[in-house]
């Protein structure tokens, strides 16, 4: 599908809901990612999303998981201890990648100040992805296109979205992590790509693999994780410099192919020496990327 490119400007999904005082970088970033994009990107727009609704969430995840999560007397969040603030933030953070490809599908970009998505399967949440909002955007996008393409270059595999999509036919897989935390099995070469890269040097022709397998798609989910930088977590020489170029290459690929795109945060940690500040500077670079 080509998109009409749009004159608006970026809008980006965020509330204050996303963010709790403590806990895993997961649920705490995205308050300071935020910032930066007020500071440093004033000409995009941040909006607060519709939470999601369990309703829309049992066409992603079993009732019975749901049922654990939601429980009424504190449920289950692979997040951290269950409490209210916790789950309004799975919930907005969640939302806010299905409201992020309703508005990518109207002005050809958007994104999400979202994390903690892709190791969340059918039936169980782990690796602080209680809910999986990328399997949800992508079957929201499918209800206006006909096949939607995930690249997920977080450093850890997406097992949990594969586990929820890669039977349909209708989405393609393209994942490119530098550890091997939650591998899954492409079983259909057509559709499914999942690649480890061991040395820096590789990693973004890896990147450019993955985007061709992902041509001919309709619509782009891209879970863009900072985790594969080397002292965001991931592989030591994997820099800004690599990461600002990855994010140049996944931009250019969609607007060379006209595929409306939309991102979420997903994975960055302090485990490699950046201080939180840092990793939040490191996932401007996408927002920076896609506001160009
Ligand atoms: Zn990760």
Same mark, same amino acid.
């Given at each position: 599908?080509?998109?009409?490119?749009?004159?608006?400007?970026?809008?980006?999904?965020?509330?204050?809901?996303?963010? $709790?005082?403590?806990?895993?970088?997961?649920?705490?970033?995205?308050?300071?990612?935020?910032? %930066? $994009?007020?500071?440093? !990107?004033?000409?995009?727009?941040?909006?607060?999303?519709?939470?999601?609704?369990?309703?829309?969430?049992?066409?992603?995840?079993?009732?019975?998981?749901?049922?654990?999560?939601?429980?009424?007397?504190? &449920?289950?969040?692979?997040?951290?201890?269950?409490?209210?603030?916790?789950?309004?933030?799975?919930?907005?953070?969640?939302?806010?990648?299905?409201?992020?490809?309703?508005?990518?599908?109207?002005?050809?970009?958007?994104?999400?100040?979202?994390? &903690?998505?892709?190791?969340?399967?059918?039936?169980?949440?782990?690796?602080?992805?209680?809910?999986?909002?990328?399997?949800?955007?992508?079957?929201?996008?499918?209800?206006?296109?006909?096949?939607?393409?995930?690249?997920?270059?977080?450093?850890?595999?997406?097992?949990?979205?594969?586990?929820?999509?890669?039977?349909?036919?209708? $989405?393609?897989?393209?994942?490119?992590? #530098?550890?091997?935390?939650?591998?899954?099995?492409?079983?259909?070469?057509?559709?499914?790509?999942?690649?480890?890269?061991?040395?820096?040097?590789?990693?973004?022709? %890896?990147?450019?693999?993955?985007?061709?397998?992902?041509?001919?798609?309709?619509?782009?989910?891209?879970?863009?994780?900072?985790?594969?930088?080397?002292?965001?977590?991931?592989?030591?020489?994997?820099?800004?410099?690599?990461?600002?170029?990855?994010?140049?290459? #996944?931009?250019?690929?969609?607007?060379?192919?006209?595929?409306?795109?939309?991102? $979420? !945060?997903?994975?960055?940690?302090?485990?490699?020496?950046?201080?939180?500040?840092?990793?939040?500077?490191?996932?401007?670079?996408?927002?920076?990327?896609?506001?160009?």
């Amino acid at each position: 599908m080509n998109t009409t490119p749009s004159r608006r400007a970026l809008r980006v999904h965020y509330s204050d809901d996303y963010a $709790v005082e403590k806990g895993p970088e997961t649920v705490t970033k995205s308050r300071l990612v935020a910032e %930066a $994009v007020r500071r440093e !990107l004033p000409q995009v727009r941040l909006v607060a999303p519709r939470p999601a609704e369990i309703e829309e969430l049992s066409r992603i995840h079993d009732r019975s998981y749901l049922d654990r999560v939601f429980g009424a007397q504190g &449920g289950s969040l692979a997040v951290g201890t269950w409490s209210e603030p916790l789950l309004r933030s799975v919930l907005a953070s969640t939302g806010g990648v299905r409201d992020a490809v309703d508005e990518a599908l109207e002005s050809g970009r958007s994104g999400s100040l979202s994390s &903690g998505l892709h190791h969340a399967g059918r039936s169980y949440g782990t690796g602080y992805c209680t809910l999986n909002g990328l399997a949800l955007g992508a079957l929201r996008a499918l209800e206006r296109v006909p096949e939607v393409g995930i690249l997920d270059l977080d450093a850890h595999f997406g097992g949990g979205t594969a586990d929820i999509l890669a039977a349909d036919g209708r $989405v393609r897989l393209a994942d490119v992590s #530098v550890v091997d935390f939650d591998l899954w099995n492409p079983s259909d070469p057509k559709r499914h790509l999942a690649e480890i890269v061991r040395q820096p040097g590789r990693y973004l022709r %890896a990147v450019d693999r993955a985007l061709s397998h992902l041509k001919g798609v309709a619509f782009l989910l891209y879970n863009a994780g900072m985790d594969a930088h080397g002292r965001a977590g991931g592989l030591e020489g994997v820099d800004n410099e690599v990461i600002r170029e990855r994010e140049r290459r #996944v931009v250019e690929w969609a607007q060379r192919h006209g595929v409306p795109a939309a991102f $979420v !945060l997903a994975g960055g940690y302090k485990w490699g020496g950046l201080t939180l500040e840092q990793v939040a500077e490191l996932h401007l670079e996408t927002v920076r990327a896609f506001a160009a």
